[in-house]
């Protein structure tokens, strides 16, 4: 029996009242899930975050290693010739950067050049001065084809304005008065070595000997006016001279790095500062090289042609080979108009300064030395790289797809994965890595599973407690209307039994109306053995204590011992009882218990008599024929007006009405089918309901006994 605390629940108070249990314990659920996923998401942010710099660590060594090997070269590697061995033994031989093709550890590197005072710039591809290359071993195709890089690499310095059109034409600017020092270093090291001009403070002694001393640099404003342009270029110079306004529009084509506007969602808000600081530490450690000295020796053609002018005709014969200390300041990189990069350093030989450095493609040099590092990562599936130079982005590569270039900042969105600078003389070239697609990690995936157990199990077993204390409201619904239906049934007939016995009992009713009287008290202490009956078997099963008696018997033989009940209740209420057998069906074999299938029987019928006492046709038919599949079924069938299509399958469901007790038009307790179809099932059997034309038709179908 239901708990007597639902009587006063419905439905609606049931799904509030779910409803808040459900929150209860979704609420703190789904906390806890989501704080586990976001600690599994900031665990997964980390590592990759570790990647990062992982990666951006060996694209920044893999640049220093091949920029210490830029500013390793010495000054006359950037001549056609240099000296080889001791300087005494005059032994002349092409510079390692005369290689053609052009041979370079930094990716996308067109070719180098060198800048003198006067604004003349040369290349190491070619001799000086239209010298002849096929002495050198070189082939008129090759001298061509050497020939036309060098007046690339001159056509590019030409539109960014770094050198003069026509170099013939600028005036040399006035050489100041030397000192001690200076004069000592256009001294030969060699014994012999005559020095490339006249001692003004010191006699030949003194000009012979090699002195070291601090030259002071000449302002290059006002010294250098041919290399002005390559001052503009330093990082040092004020941003006003270092953009043009045709170089501003280039550099931000893809905009600025704070146009991106990345978040940090997985970042420590303590830990941050102190990585920047730690950063910006070991960026000021990277950028502080100092300039060096240095000693070499070059032919004396280039050494006359560095300052100014041929040797006197007066002059004792010189060697060809003269040594100078050279000041050489570290490589600094700046972008150009055109888009290229320039990687150039600042030389101060004998007061005069040379600019030497090389040209380099920037977009195979982002390419082959940040790109190809950062697609052959595991970064390249989940994350983007944008390379800024001086905070104007220059490439923005998409991972894990197939256009690897974005076209503007807009397109980079996501949470800032890391960000670095590349080591001196690269620092003005910023990585940024963000993610686009932030893999959980194998943990997620057991997260996910749980969650959606836990989801499937929480709804599902809220539904199931929804339809089984549904269930139990609507059973208790039911038992009442059961019990006011018992009551109805059982008070109106011992209320007529009542009445007639007393008027039996005092001779009120004449010989005429006493059978009429016995025959009604009769049929209605009939009608109140079958409720009670059903009652008593109701309640038996309820306990499971129904006791069925399973013996193989003939339909024919069960039909004859029906008839006559069955007979007598279709006469008492005023129907017609028609039994049919068809075909070969009363010989075959029931296994069943007879007096349960005389109770499915009679309840069958009894439901067909109350649902059809307004029908024209008052019969009722009872049919038994057998099918193909060895099964018989026994049909009972009124011409009433059916049963409706929604209700079909409840109505042998317990204490089942149509209608509510108030409105019903027929008696009855709502335990009839129920009835029938336990019965039916404890004998194997089943049952199943038709609509015809007229009424319904309720079938019992039995297996054959075989």
């Known amino acids: 029996m239901p708990h007597r605390s639902l009587a006063g629940l ?127 071993g070189i082939a008129p195709a090759e001298r061509s084809e050497r020939l036309a890089l060098q007046e690339h690499i001159r056509g590019i310095l030409t539109r960014n304005k770094l050198v003069q059109a026509s170099p013939a034409k600028v005036a040399r600017p006035a050489a100041r008065p030397k000192t001690v020092g200076e004069e000592g270093r256009v001294a030969g090291l060699a014994a012999g070595i005559a020095p490339s001009a006249p001692s003004r403070h010191a006699d030949e002694s003194d000009a012979l000997a090699y002195r070291e001393a601090e030259v002071p640099r000449p302002v290059l404003a006002e010294e250098v006016p041919a290399q002005a342009a390559f001052d503009r270029l330093s990082k040092k110079a004020p ?116 600019i030497q450095g090389a040209l380099i493609d920037q977009r195979r040099f982002l390419d082959e030395a940040i790109g190809r590092a950062f697609r052959d990562s595991a970064l390249a599936r989940m994350s983007d790289l944008a390379v800024a130079f001086r905070g104007d982005l220059l490439s923005a590569m998409a991972g894990g797809r197939e256009d690897r270039y974005l076209a503007s900042a807009e397109e980079l969105r996501g949470a800032l994965l890391y960000q670095t600078r590349l080591a001196a003389p690269l620092s003005d070239l910023e990585l940024v890595f963000s993610v686009n697609r932030l893999p959980a990690g194998p943990g997620a995936a057991v997260i996910g599973w749980l969650a959606a157990i836990l989801s499937i199990v929480l709804i599902g077993g809220f539904y199931l407690l929804y339809r089984l204390a549904a269930g139990q409201i609507e059973l208790t619904r039911q038992q009442q209307d059961f019990v006011s239906a018992v009551s109805h049934e059982l008070k109106t007939p011992l209320t007529s039994i009542r009445m007639y016995g007393e008027m039996l009992r005092e001779g009120w009713a004449g010989e005429d109306k006493r059978r009429a009287y016995y025959a009604y008290i009769c049929d209605e202490s009939e009608r109140l053995t079958r409720l009670i009956n059903n009652v008593l078997q109701l309640a038996r099963m309820t306990r499971n204590e129904l006791r069925v008696d399973l013996r193989p018997v003939r339909l024919s033989v069960l039909l004859d011992d029906a008839r006559s009940k069955l007979g007598s209740q279709c006469e008492r209420a005023g129907f017609r009882l028609n039994i ?38 008052r019969s009722v038919d009872v049919r038994a024929r057998r099918l193909q599949d060895d099964q018989v079924v026994i049909s009972v069938r009124d011409y009433g007006p059916g049963v409706p299509r929604d209700q079909m399958k409840k109505i042998f469901q317990l204490f089942y009405r149509p209608r509510s007790e108030l409105t019903r038009e027929t008696v009855g307790t709502g335990i009839g089918l129920a009835l029938v179809r336990q019965l039916a099932l404890s004998m194997n059997a089943r049952v199943e309901v038709a609509n015809r034309e007229p009424g319904a038709e309720l079938s019992v179908l039995f297996p054959i006994q075989s």
Not at 77 to 101: E, H, I, K, T, W
Not at 580 to 603: F, K, M, T, W
Request: proline letters at 5%; one cysteine or more; a neutral charge.
């Open 10 to 136: 419905d439905k609606r108070r049931l799904k509030l009242w779910l409803a808040l249990f459900f929150l209860a314990l979704a609420i703190p659920t789904g906390v806890l899930i989501r704080h586990a996923y976001g600690q599994l998401k900031w665990e997964a942010f980390h590592r990759y975050r570790v990647l990062a710099e992982e990666v951006a660590t060996r694209i920044d060594t893999r640049l220093a290693e091949a920029m210490h090997v830029e500013e390793a070269r010495s000054f006359a590697d950037y001549s056609f010739l240099v000296v080889a061995g001791d300087p005494a033994a005059n032994f002349l031989q092409r510079s390692p950067l005369s290689a053609y093709p052009v041979q370079s550890a930094v990716p996308g590197l067109i070719g180098y050049f060198q800048v003198d005072s006067s604004g003349v710039l040369s290349t190491p591809l070619l001799p000086a001065s239209g010298g002849d290359a096929g002495a050198y």
């Open 580 to 617: 049919e057998c068809d075909g070969a069906a009363p010989e075959a074999v029931l296994r069943v218990d007879a007096d349960l299938l005389s109770q499915i029987l009679i309840n069958l019928v009894d439901n067909a008599i109350k649902f059809a006492a307004k029908a024209e046709n």
């Open 239 to 354: 941003a006003a001279a270092v953009q043009s306004e045709q170089k501003a529009q280039a550099a931000n084509a893809l905009g600025r790095l704070e146009d991106l506007k990345l978040e940090a969602p997985y970042g420590s808000a303590a830990a941050e500062p102190a990585d920047r600081q730690l950063r910006a530490a070991k960026q000021g450690a990277l950028d502080k090289r100092s300039m060096r000295r240095e000693r070499s020796a070059v032919p004396q053609a280039q050494i006359a042609a560095a300052l100014g002018g041929k040797l006197k005709d007066d002059a004792p014969a010189a060697p060809r080979v003269t040594a100078f200390e050279s000041e050489i300041d570290p490589f600094e990189l700046s972008l150009l108009d055109s888009g290229h990069l320039v990687l150039f350093r600042k030389v101060w030989r004998d007061g005069q300064r040379y």
